[in-house]
C-alpha cells in the first residue's frame, strides 16, 4: 500500500517559469515531510523539508506548502532552471518510528532552456 | 562534502557469486542505517534497517538470508546480496538518519548480476 503518492511522473516547465510538483498522503500520523532531488545514477540528495506544525517552508528558490487536511504537499521552484532537472522524490515520517520514511514515487522534472 | 559514502558506485558479477555493499557515515556516529533498493523508474523501495551491534530489521518481502546487512560499527554497515541473480540487479542506496530527523543518503551502488 503507497502510503506516499506523487501522481505525475513527469513534468515539462520552461526556464524561467514556476515548477509545481504534487505529493499527497494517506496516513494522517506523518508530521515530517521532506523533498528529494535525484539525477540519475546518484543517490537522492536533500532539498527542503516541512514539520507538521508549519504550513510553509521557504529555502531560495524552493517553498514547500503543506496542507494537512488534504493531506497534500507541493514543492514549489521559482525560477526554475535547467539545471534543476531531475527526479523529485517527497517522503515523509512519523518522527518517533526512528526516521523510516515512506518515498513517493518521484517526478521527473525537465526544465526546457 | 560527502557526509555519507558508498562503495562500490558499480558492481558487475556473475550469477550465483556474493557481493558485498558498504556503507559509511563520515561525519557523525550512527547507530542506524536505512538499506533502498530502487528499480528503474520506481520509488526508492525500504529494504531494511542496519541496527548497530544488534540484527537488522527486514521489511515484509524481503528475503533475509539473501540480503545479509552487518553493522559492525558505529559508521560502517554492509549490506551482502548472496548467490546473486539478474533479477538483483538494481540500484541499492544507503541513508543515515540525523537528530533533525534528516536523511543523508549515499551515493548509491549500482548492481548488474549477468
Known amino acids: 500500500d503507497q502510503q506516499v503518492k506523487q501522481n505525475s511522473p513527469s513534468l515539462s516547465v520552461q526556464e524561467g517559469r514556476i515548477s509545481i510538483l504534487n505529493c499527497d498522503y494517506t496516513?494522517?500520523?506523518?508530521?515530517?515531510f521532506l523533498w528529494y532531488k535525484k539525477y540519475p545514477a546518484e543517490g537522492p540528495t536533500f532539498l527542503i523539508s516541512i514539520s507538521s506544525i508549519k504550513d510553509k517552508n521557504e529555502d531560495g528558490r524552493f517553498t514547500v506548502f503543506l496542507n494537512k487536511s488534504a493531506k497534500h504537499l507541493s514543492l514549489h521552484i521559482v525560477p526554475s532552471q535547467p539545471g534543476d532537472s531531475a527526479v523529485y522524490f517527497c517522503a515523509a515520517s512519523r518522527l518517533n518510528t526512528g526516521n523510516q520514511f515512506y518515498f513517493g514515487t518521484g517526478t521527473s522534472l525537465t526544465v526546457i532552456p | 562534502g560527502a557526509v555519507v559514502s558508498q562503495h562500490p558506485s558499480w558492481v558487475i558479477c556473475k550469477s550465483g557469486t556474493s557481493v558485498k555493499i558498504e556503507c559509511r557515515s563520515l561525519?557523525?556516529?550512527?547507530?542506524?542505517m536505512f538499506w533502498y533498493r530502487q528499480f528503474p523508474k520506481q520509488s526508492l523501495m525500504l529494504m531494511a534497517t542496519?541496527?548497530?551491534?544488534?540484527?537488522?530489521?527486514?521489511e515484509q518481502g524481503v528475503e533475509k538470508d539473501k540480503f545479509l546487512i552487518n553493522h559492525a560499527s558505529l559508521t560502517l554497515s554492509t549490506l551482502t546480496v548472496t548467490s546473486a541473480h539478474p533479477e538483483d540487479s538494481s540500484f541499492y542506496i544507503c541513508?543515515?538518519?540525523?537528530?533533525?530527523?534528516?536523511?543523508?543518503f549515499g551515493e548509491g551502488s549500482r548492481l548488474t548480476v549477468l
Open positions: 542496519s541496527n548497530e551491534g544488534s540484527k537488522a530489521t527486514y
Open positions: 561525519d557523525f556516529q550512527a547507530t542506524t
Open positions: 496516513n494522517s500520523m506523518f508530521d515530517y
Open positions: 541513508s543515515v538518519p540525523q537528530g533533525s530527523g534528516e536523511l543523508f
